[in-house]
């Protein structure tokens, strides 16, 4: 026990604590930015049980912020490469590597057998696959995101508290929100995040003070400011995901979130014979289009206003600029409805239309 | 009234502020909104959620305090 020495000398751990630490069980979503810090406290800590699961490689540009990695681990799997460093900093406690991709077929097995799951992965479909399986489950998340400079830290689905579907109901467009490998990200902010994170399982498994839920803390590595912002629980998101148990496995997370959208120029989409265009802006928005059969429903509304829609006809969505119309192709999608955005959006087809206007009336 | 608006992420590089005091003379988070569109066209195709007094709103909630933040989700770990 003098491993633990110094959190037993703490009267809010003591022995039974470091018990309590030992008995509990966290699962850790990647071994990344974010799932190296958590996984080197939470392994120091003692956790008696520390899962990990990452189906990518060790990369050198990893190592700048990936801290549990050295050279020596490139090309390695990030769960065995995790493992091997930690069992080297403890050898008293059970860590679980599992060198796969988190799916809808292994994610309910898996969170099933933890008592915590920490979400420390770095794209959007995974985000919201963990956070269904969780509540279905009924497990706790430890969620932490981050971009640039800026971190997000909450605890989701906690003692009947709201899931990130409360904060973010549904995904953004697909390639809306970049990466970290996309725009870069300051190496020591996950390690600041992620050791949130870590913070937040230890005061859930001691009973610690009072839990990041039903909240969102947002930090900022520039101004070194915290936002702690407050967000209630929607019924309706959480009802969603329970009804929608026995489709779990079969639901295509990549799909909805970082699915390969169907785009078509407006020239393409004014030769489709049978076509029905969307409107998806809100009525005010100019410039107006007048085309044959457009129905206009705005983003927000489509979910409600499926029965306008034409399933005999090429349904074709558009916006201003073609990002909103992406994000009501990925809606219909979650309905089994296919569908296409217009690139380039209203102004385009406007001009499409225009141009074929004039080529008509030169042909008379 | 003067409103506080705290913009976080990538909205900040939208609106080239982390933080602004806008003039608003109407009543409701819609009408918030259809003004910061107004101002930065391109928010409009941005996810985000809307703050106000440090409480996330939904529906087209009453603007009744100056502390405003929009909040977009990361995906980066």
């Given at each position: 026990m003098e491993r633990y020495s110094r959190h037993i000398i703490?009267?809010?751990?003591?022995?039974?604590?470091?018990?309590?630490?030992?008995?509990?069980?966290?699962?850790?979503?990647?071994?990344?930015?974010?799932?190296?810090?958590?996984?080197?406290?939470?392994?120091?800590?003692?956790?008696?049980t520390l899962g990990i699961i990452d189906f990518d490689v060790v990369e050198r540009s990893n190592l700048q912020r990936q801290v549990l990695f050295g050279t020596s681990s490139l090309g390695m799997n990030k769960a065995v490469a995790a493992r091997e460093r930690?069992?080297?900093?403890?050898?008293?406690?059970?860590?679980?590597?599992?060198?796969?991709?988190l799916t809808t077929n292994n994610a309910l097995n898996l969170f099933e057998a933890y008592d915590?799951?920490?979400?420390?992965?770095?794209?959007?479909?995974?985000?919201?696959?963990?956070?269904?399986?969780?509540?279905?489950?009924?497990?706790?998340?430890?969620?932490?995101?981050?971009?640039?400079?800026?971190g997000q830290v909450s605890v989701f689905n906690y003692d009947d508290g709201p899931s990130y579907?409360?904060?973010?109901?549904?995904?953004?467009?697909?390639?809306?929100?970049?990466?970290?490998?996309?725009v870069g990200v300051l190496g020591v902010l996950p390690g600041i995040i992620g050791s949130m994170q870590a913070n937040e399982v230890l005061?859930?498994?001691?009973?610690?003070?009072?839990?990041?839920?039903?909240?969102?803390?947002?930090?900022?590595?520039?101004?070194?400011?915290?936002?702690?912002?407050?967000?209630?629980?929607?019924?309706?998101?959480?009802?969603?995901?329970?009804?929608?148990?026995?489709?779990?496995?079969?639901?295509?997370?990549?799909a909805t979130c970082d699915m390969v959208i169907n785009e078509i120029t407006a020239e393409e989409a004014i030769r489709i014979k049978e076509v029905q265009f969307i409107d998806v802006r809100d009525a005010h928005e100019l410039p107006r289009i007048q085309i044959d059969g457009c129905v206009q429903i705005p983003l927000d509304q489509l979910d409600g206003q499926l029965e306008q829609l034409d399933s005999q006809q090429t349904l074709v969505l558009f916006c201003q600029s073609g990002i909103r119309s992406r994000k009501g192709v990925q809606l219909l999608e979650q309905h089994g409805i296919n569908s296409y955005s217009l690139l380039g959006g209203a102004k385009s087809l406007k001009q499409q239309l225009k141009m074929e206007s004039e080529c008509d009336s030169a042909k008379k | 009234m003067k409103l506080n608006i705290k913009y976080f992420g990538l909205l900040?590089?939208?609106?080239?502020?982390d933080e602004e005091v806008v003039e608003f003379t109407?009543?409701?988070?819609?009408?918030?909104?259809?003004?910061?569109?107004?101002?930065?066209?391109?928010l409009k195709e941005k996810d985000f959620q809307v703050a106000q007094n440090n409480t996330i709103v939904s529906g087209d909630a009453e603007i009744m305090e100056s502390e405003i933040a929009l909040l977009p989700p990361f995906s980066g770990g």
């Open positions: 703490l009267s809010e751990v003591g022995p039974e604590g470091q018990e309590r630490i030992s008995r509990s069980k966290v699962l850790v979503i990647g071994a990344g930015g974010l799932g190296c810090p958590v996984l080197q406290y939470l392994a120091a800590a003692g956790i008696g930690l069992t080297d900093l403890n050898p008293t406690i059970n860590i679980e590597a599992y060198p796969e991709r915590i799951i920490v979400d420390g992965s770095d794209n959007f479909a995974t985000r919201y696959l963990v956070n269904d399986a969780a509540i279905l489950c009924s497990k706790p998340v430890v969620y932490g995101a981050i971009y640039k400079f800026e579907r409360c904060l973010f109901p549904t995904p953004p467009a697909a390639g809306s929100v970049a990466n970290c490998s996309e005061k859930i498994v001691l009973g610690l003070g009072s839990v990041l839920s039903g909240k969102i803390l947002c930090y900022n590595a520039k101004s070194s400011e915290t936002i702690s912002l407050s967000l209630g629980k929607n019924s309706e998101a959480y009802q969603k995901v329970l009804q929608g148990r026995s489709q779990f496995e079969g639901r295509n997370y990549e | 900040a590089e939208v609106t080239k502020c109407e009543t409701t988070l819609s009408a918030l909104l259809e003004q910061l569109f107004a101002k930065y066209p391109s």
